[in-house]
């Protein structure tokens, strides 16, 4: 299982709550919005990055998750 | 370009000749258009096929040239596009500011229907006159009753586009193209420009150049042809801004041998775009220039992406600090630290191609920006601006 980050440039607002929930893969920008410093997300952060997804309040934090060696 | 003469293509083998021709988009992306058309009619249920008329680029006018002159060939080209993928609508879509293209292009689509040429139906559209509403997913916005901004994808248009169907986006100057291939044939369109980049091309070529104006020329034509073509200089130059303001500044000796394909102008960090080519007199000040257009850009912003609704604004602020105020506060410095920040984060390419813009500028200004930053402004920066923007007249302030 591959897992990876997107961010929805329109529906983010910058509420900042990925940074807080996942600062290992999210920093932000001098305005506040995300920046993904890795877009696969390591396994041992897999819960972090989905519980992030979910928190954010705009849903605008995208996981991706890929069954190993299949493409979309 | 010639005109006249109807397409002895059947519509089933169409998609089969336009690949063969190795057609591609000449709005700026130069996608391979056979291959949009064989995903677009590949996929389920009714098509849309889209002309993409709305001539975004200040500095290029072929579009509009194309649909003043020879309505009837891009009409041509979507009906045959249209049967090709099985489209049963179409749209061409124009700036709704213009309103004389407008009623010339419903009066040419009404002689049409009177004579029943046209088994597709076409409609015209007047989309908002701003920079961001004639790219692809925001005309498909604009279609499906939103505000004329780019949306999120995926889905893209031709898997999912109006009322959710398949839909091929194209510019006008692709299916003029295409129109011409039905009639002509593969070989006929290959017979000009490079085997790699087959076919011709319409360019526009402004600035201190002796005849302004559109010029078609075969794929692979020298940019420094390309200056020839239009009279040559008339004043020493200083820099070409090759594709637009999503393209590059170039300096001139670069630039004068390479040919106009994609991969020639992206090996030498310039970018084809609709196929401007702007001359820079050497009395302009570059970086003035390129401020100029970056706010315009700024202001461009469909104000939906954090990065490039402050990115951009930003960007321009540190530039016009650089062009006009001798760079205090380190402006060479913030503008290297602000581009990787808005590069790559929008839900659409506008706050790349500035940043795109300002790379080149670094590049090919390197020495002037450091002379600014040092001493202030050059006496270039009094000069009358060289690059065009739009008037406030032919603008539109918001998206709908």
């Not at chain 1, 954010?56 to 190993?68: G, H, N, Q, V």
């Not at chain 2, 500095?59 to 041509?76: F, M, N």
């Not at chain 2, 080209?77 to 489209?87: D, N, Y």
């Not at chain 2, 194209?170 to 129109?179: C, D, F, Q, S, W």
Request: glycine share 14%; proline share 8%; with cysteine.
């Amino acid at each position: 299982m591959r897992v990876t980050l997107r961010v929805n440039p329109i529906a983010c607002v910058g509420y900042g709550m990925c940074a807080e929930l996942l600062p290992e893969l999210v920093q932000l920008d001098q305005w506040g919005y995300p920046i993904l410093t890795a877009k696969t997300v390591p396994r041992p952060l897999a819960d972090h990055a989905r519980r992030a997804a979910q928190a954010c309040p705009t849903l605008a934090l995208l996981i991706d998750e890929e069954k190993a060696g299949k493409h979309r | 370009m010639p005109a006249g003469g109807r397409s002895r293509v059947r519509p089933a083998r169409l998609i089969d000749v336009v690949e063969a021709s190795g057609l591609t988009g000449r709005g700026g992306a130069g996608f391979p258009s056979g291959r949009k058309m064989r995903s677009v009619a590949a996929g389920p249920g009714g098509k849309v096929v889209v002309a993409n008329g709305a001539e975004g680029e200040p500095a290029s006018l072929k579009d509009r040239l194309l649909l003043t002159r020879l309505p009837h060939l891009v009409l041509d080209g979507i009906t045959l596009a249209a049967q090709a993928v099985g489209a049963r609508e179409a749209y061409l879509c124009v700036h709704g500011t213009e309103y004389g293209l407008l009623d010339r292009l419903e009066a040419a689509v009404g002689q049409r229907l009177a004579a029943g040429l046209d088994p597709v139906p076409i409609e015209v559209v007047g989309l908002p006159a701003r920079y961001v509403s004639s790219e692809q997913s925001s005309i498909v916005h604009y279609l499906n009753g939103g505000p004329g901004v780019p949306t999120f994808s995926p889905p893209r248009p031709h898997d999912r586009g109006v009322d959710g169907k398949p839909t091929l986006v194209h510019n006008v100057e692709t299916l003029a193209h295409l129109a011409l291939i039905a009639r002509y044939g593969d070989g006929w369109f290959r017979s000009a420009g490079l085997p790699s980049a087959p076919g011709s091309m319409l360019v526009t070529v402004s600035g201190a150049v002796a005849w302004p104006g559109v010029y078609e020329i075969e794929m692979g034509t020298p940019v420094g042809q390309v200056v020839t073509l239009a009279g040559g200089p008339v004043e020493p130059l200083q820099a070409l801004l090759v594709g637009g303001y999503f393209g590059g500044w170039l300096q001139v000796q670069t630039a004068w041998p390479v040919p106009m394909t994609h991969p020639g102008l992206k090996a030498v960090g310039g970018a084809m775009g609709a196929g401007i080519v702007v001359a820079l007199p050497a009395s302009c000040c570059p970086l003035a220039e390129t401020a100029r257009v970056v706010r315009y850009l700024a202001e461009e912003t469909a104000g939906q992406c954090g990065p490039c609704m402050f990115g951009l604004p930003a960007l321009a602020d540190a530039l016009g600090h650089l062009a006009y105020s001798g760079g205090r506060d380190g402006a060479i410095e913030q503008i290297t630290v602000q581009i990787p920040v808005i590069e790559g984060r929008g839900a659409c390419r506008h706050p790349d191609g500035a940043t795109q813009l300002v790379r080149s500028m670094l590049r090919a200004f390197g020495e002037d920006a450091r002379r600014h930053e040092r001493r202030g402004a050059c006496a270039g920066v009094v000069r009358p601006p060289v690059l065009p923007l739009p008037g406030d007249e032919e603008r539109d302030w918001d998206f709908r």
